[in-house]
């Protein structure tokens, strides 16, 4: 009997409470409901997306940052080695420091207003000062430009647009502007020329504005009208106002090192990748197009040049070939966003010989001293590809313009859209009446204020030592 209680106390001890955790649970409270599989997946997929977007994000300002330095290679050392070895030897520095003198001027004047008055809501023609100062420019995105990369990104990559495009100019006075005209010149330049049509095209509100609001939808994907029309009519001015170099055309002034300029030329080249590419303001499948577009556009300009000069003269030249090639990465930039491949063939060996044509022929019939060619390559490559891009721009590469219902509509003329055309001419009219009255103006000030061109002496010893009191090259015996 004992042995039995001992095993009854010893079962009820320790497998009761087994027996007790094995047993099947009790079911659910009713204020506890079952939880659902879409409740448990809503919170992930929301931070999936949020992940995704965080890395689409990061990509596209990888991007736009890089894309903004490749621009500023641009204007150095790649504009400051093509236009300084352009010119005699008494002149290779004061050119160049033209160059590097307006990377520091309009990175501070963007900074202080110039990028309000690009891209603040203003008026139709200007921009307002809601960012002077940078104020409310910081790392949140302004989705009017650009969704998807901090505003301050977007304001660095436009930045180093405004600070090549006065430098193009620079190409028409070398070898007889005072360097402190030069200063003056630019500043009110940058002000009263670039930010209004840098508004106009690519500002909210914009009179020409493609996207956000303008009276007159002008393509202008990279600065066709903003940089090179508005930089090569001023240079064009530039160089009528000023008259010629001592001794032009009596004398022959050849370039001192083709050597310099051909490396900057292919510095160029390879900038402006940024300069087109980057102007898609993503990471995505438009920077490809608008890549693929740049480089064909080039080698077809480069062929199309040589090509002419072969023709005319018996031999191409070194210096033919690498004017071609930046001649055809002007005409192609407003159309790099908007063309496929083949167009851009055509595109670069139609501006490759216009330009080749205005160089060579029309410059000498009219006699202006443009001592660079700015005029030339930028203000009729521009011209060019502005009006070109009327002409090929499609759906098929960027659906830029929808109808009410969102559906996509035709954008250039072969893509069944004509009247395109007529606004293309409309913005290079604007850009060229712009550019020249008020260049016009401009100078007109400055030579009251400071005087424009250098002293009969100062010229023949050159601006070197005239106006830096240096020489570039210390050649000892």
Not at 96 to 105: C, E
Not at 252 to 276: K, R, T, Y
Request: glycine fraction near 12%; proline fraction near 5%; hydrophobic fraction near 50%.
């Amino acid at each position: 009997m004992r042995k039995v209680a001992a095993w009854f106390w010893l079962w009820s001890l320790f497998l009761l409470p087994v027996a007790g955790r094995c047993a099947p649970s009790s079911p659910p409270r009713p204020n506890n409901p079952p939880t659902t599989l879409s409740s448990t997946l809503e919170p992930r997929i929301e931070a999936l997306s949020k992940q995704v977007a965080a890395a689409q994000s990061a990509g596209d300002n990888a991007w736009v940052l890089a894309s903004a330095a490749l621009v500023l290679l641009m204007t150095g050392p790649g504009l400051a080695l093509f236009y300084g070895g352009l010119v005699r030897r008494k002149n290779v520095l004061a050119t160049m420091m033209q160059s590097f003198m307006l990377m520091a001027m309009i990175t501070v004047i963007w900074a202080l207003f110039g990028y309000s008055l690009c891209f603040h809501e203003g008026n139709r023609l200007i921009g307002g000062l809601g960012y002077h100062f940078l104020q409310h420019v910081g790392a949140s995105p302004n989705a009017a430009y650009a969704p998807t990369i901090p505003q301050q990104s977007f304001m660095l990559f436009q930045m180093m647009f405004a600070i090549i495009t006065p430098a193009l100019i620079t190409g028409a006075f070398a070898e007889r502007m005072k360097f402190s005209a030069m200063v003056v010149f630019m500043i009110l330049w940058s002000i009263f020329v670039y930010d209004p049509m840098a508004h106009m095209v690519w500002g909210q509100g914009g009179f020409l504005s493609a996207t956000l609001g303008g009276v007159i939808p002008a393509l202008d994907f990279a600065g066709g009208t903003v940089v090179h029309i508005t930089s090569g009519v001023s240079a064009l001015v530039c160089a009528l106002y000023l008259g010629k170099r001592l001794g032009y055309p009596s004398e022959p002034m050849p370039p001192h090192s083709v050597v310099l300029s051909f490396i900057g030329a292919c510095l160029l080249w390879v900038g402006w990748f940024g300069f087109n590419a980057g102007s898609a303001l993503s990471a995505g499948s438009l920077a490809s197009s608008a890549f693929l577009a740049t480089q064909l556009g080039a080698a077809a300009a480069a062929l199309g040049w040589a090509g002419a000069e072969w023709i005319r003269n018996g031999r191409p030249s070194v210096l033919g070939a690498v004017s071609g090639a930046v001649a055809g990465l002007v005409a192609i930039t407003p159309a790099s966003g908007f063309v496929g491949p083949m167009p851009a063939l055509a595109i670069g060996v139609i501006a490759g010989v216009a330009c080749y044509f205005m160089v060579a022929k029309v410059k000498h019939i009219f006699g202006y001293d443009d001592s660079l060619d700015a005029f030339g390559v930028h203000g009729i490559g521009g011209t060019v590809g502005a009006l070109l891009t009327g002409v090929f721009a499609t759906s098929a590469v960027n659906p830029i313009f929808k109808d009410s219902s969102g559906r996509t509509l035709p954008v250039g003329l072969i893509d069944g859209h004509p009247g395109q055309v007529l606004n293309q001419l409309i913005a290079v009219v604007i850009a060229w009446v712009l550019a020249g009255v008020v260049t016009v103006i401009i100078l007109k000030i400055v030579d009251v204020v400071v005087g424009l061109r250098v002293e009969a002496g100062e010229e023949i010893q050159g601006l070197d030592l005239s106006q830096h009191g240096e020489e570039g090259y210390n050649l000892e015996v």
